[in-house]
Structures are given as C-alpha cells and as structure tokens.
Antibody
Framework: QVRLQQWGAGLLKPSETLSLTCAVY????????WSWIRQPPGRGLEWIGE???????DYNPSLKSRVTISVDTSKNQFSLKLTSVTAADTALYYC???????????????????WGLGTTVTVSS | AIQMTQSPSSLSASVGDRVTITCRAS??????LGWYQQKPGKAPKLLIY???SLQSGVPSRFSGSGSGTDFTLTISSLQPEDLATYYC?????????FGPGTKVDIK
C-alpha cells in the first residue's frame, strides 16, 4: 500500500524559506503527478503545484515566483520550497499523488488518491 | 484560471437523508473533476474521480454525475460518519482549482 510521509520545519520567520519533503513508500514513483496542496487555518484547499518523476513542473500562478518543486527519484522523494514567506503562508501543507493516464495521446488526471498526513507551517516573527 | 463554485456552502441533514452537493465550473472541463471528503483534522480523501467513477473502497452510497460545467455529488443515505467538508477539484487544466467546500452536518 502506497504511503506518503512528509516532513519539514514547522515554524518560520517572515522572509525565510519554507522547505518540505515528501517520501513515497510502497509504490512506483513514475507515472504520477506529485502534488503539493495547502490549507490555511479554517479555510479551503489551495493547489500549489506538481511535478512528474521526470521533473516536469506546473505551479499555481499566484505562487509561481516563490515556489520550486523538485524531485529526487533515487530516494522516491519530492520537495517544496517557498521563498520569502509571510503570515499569509501559514497553513497545513499536504503532499499528494495524482493519478495520470495517457488516453488518446493526451495525459488525463484521475484524482489525488494518496495523501500525506500534512505538515503545519506557521510563519511568525 | 477556472473558478469553481459549490452550493450549498453548508447543510444539515438527518441520518438516512439523500444529500446533493453541486459544483459548477466557470468554463467547460469535460469530466475532469474529482470529489474529496475531508473529515475534521484529517487529510482529504478521494471519493469520485472523472466526475462519476467511484474510488476503490468508497461506499456505494456516494455517487457523482455531470460533465462540462455542472457536476453533482450525491450521498444516497447519509450516515453519521459522513460528517465532513466536501470539495470538488477541476483537473482539466492549470492551475488546478478546488471549490470552496460544502460542510455537511448531521442533525
């Protein structure tokens, strides 16, 4: 059974860089989108971005200038870096696996079927 | 970016009731939509993918329908364990966008 284990610093000061890593256990690393999602306290879900095993990325334009998602296939891990954090970046951050299937020469997505437990990140001076 | 709206934002229903949640996209997204259930203090869980396909292990009382811009999640007989917030997610293009959520309470 596939499991995602995530970790990273939980308390940051404004202007610092958020850094989180998600490790994939028990399943293939290739053939999926590996995603980061966040949820501010008491609010809804926000998609941050995703990466494939080959390193192809897509980011939310609202965060694109500050976000980098990278992958280490040798360790079956992917990571999130968010620079110049502010209090607005305080949230519960999740990693997740999104299923993708090639249909009629087009990659189609079929849901985020495995999620990490989440990491609370607080930005405070 | 495609905007996703959900209605209602919250509802309260009795055990055994049929519950319907609607999700609308600001432009057509084929059937590239998923439904997620988030219980308090837990990570979201995939219920429905491709608008109407039931994820493995999800109870059959959950069903999804729709295509294009209008989608529906139905719980045929509400159970106490269905207390949660439900989100739709469009997977048609980037950035992927979630609906604002529908909070379901049990009367």
């Amino acid at each position: 059974q596939v499991r995602l284990q995530q970790w990273g610093a939980g308390l940051l000061k404004p202007s610092e860089t958020l850094s989180l890593t998600c490790a994939v256990y028990g399943g293939s690393f290739s053939g999926y989108y590996w995603s980061w999602i966040r949820q501010p306290p008491g609010r809804g879900l926000e998609w941050i971005g995703e990466i494939t095993h080959s390193g192809s990325t897509d980011y939310n334009p609202s965060l694109k200038s500050r976000v980098t998602i990278s992958v280490d296939t040798s360790k079956n891990q992917f990571s999130l870096k968010l620079t110049s954090v502010t209090a607005a970046d305080t949230a519960l951050y999740y990693c997740a696996r999104m299923v993708r299937i090639l249909r009629f020469l087009e990659w189609r997505s079929y849901g985020m079927d495995v999620w990490g437990l989440g990491t609370t990140v607080t930005v405070s001076s | 970016a495609i905007q996703m709206t959900q209605s209602p934002s919250s509802l309260s229903a009795s055990v055994g009731d049929r519950v319907t949640i609607t999700c609308r996209a600001s432009q057509g997204i084929r059937n590239d939509l998923g439904w997620y259930q988030q219980k308090p203090g837990k990570a979201p869980k995939l219920l429905i993918y491709a608008a109407s396909s039931l994820q493995s292990g999800v109870p059959s009382r959950f069903s999804g329908s729709g295509s294009g811009t209008d989608f529906t999640l139905t719980i045929s007989s509400l159970q106490p364990e269905d207390l949660a917030t439900y989100y739709c997610l469009q997977e048609y293009n980037y950035p992927r966008t979630f609906g604002p959520g529908t909070k379901v309470d049990i009367k």
